[in-house]
Nanobody, 123 residues
Framework: QLPLVESGGGLVQTGGSLNLSCSSS????????MGWFRQAPGKEREFVAT????????AYADSVKGRFTISRDNAKNTVYLQMNNLKPEDTAVYYC????????????????WGQGTQVTVSA
């Protein structure tokens, strides 16, 4: 098991920034690639960003490329999602997820999920 807890969501105006965090109490965190996904009301959950277990590689959805940055600190068992230049269409519940070893953009590949944190961007 790999418990995950997200934090950092909130309400922000268009153009603003938020930094989401996702932490685990398990030291095995460093063996897992991590992903961020989001689900807007009435929509399917979608991929946002992923980072390799080592931090050596990342990938982003086209809709967030250049605005969002995923990073991790394995010493703190934490992955981050820095979100800049936020838009109303970024409004969603954001979830972090863990997948052993290799990163993936497919949610079906992820084994553990956090409870989600709400991000709301006002126009």
């Amino acid at each position: 098991q790999l418990p995950l807890v997200e934090s950092g969501g909130g309400l922000v105006q268009t153009g603003g920034s938020l930094n989401l965090s996702c932490s685990s109490s398990k030291p095995t965190f460093s063996s897992y690639s991590m992903g961020w996904f989001r689900q807007a009301p009435g929509k399917e959950r979608e991929f946002v960003a992923t980072i390799m277990w080592s931090g050596s590689s990342t990938a982003y959805a086209d809709s967030v490329k250049g605005r969002f940055t995923i990073s991790r600190d394995n010493a703190k068992n934490t992955v981050y999602l820095q979100m800049n230049n936020l838009k109303p269409e970024d409004t969603a519940v954001y979830y972090c997820a863990a997948k052993y070893y290799r990163m993936s953009i497919s949610e079906e590949d992820y084994d553990y999920w956090g409870q989600g944190t709400q991000v709301t961007v006002s126009a």
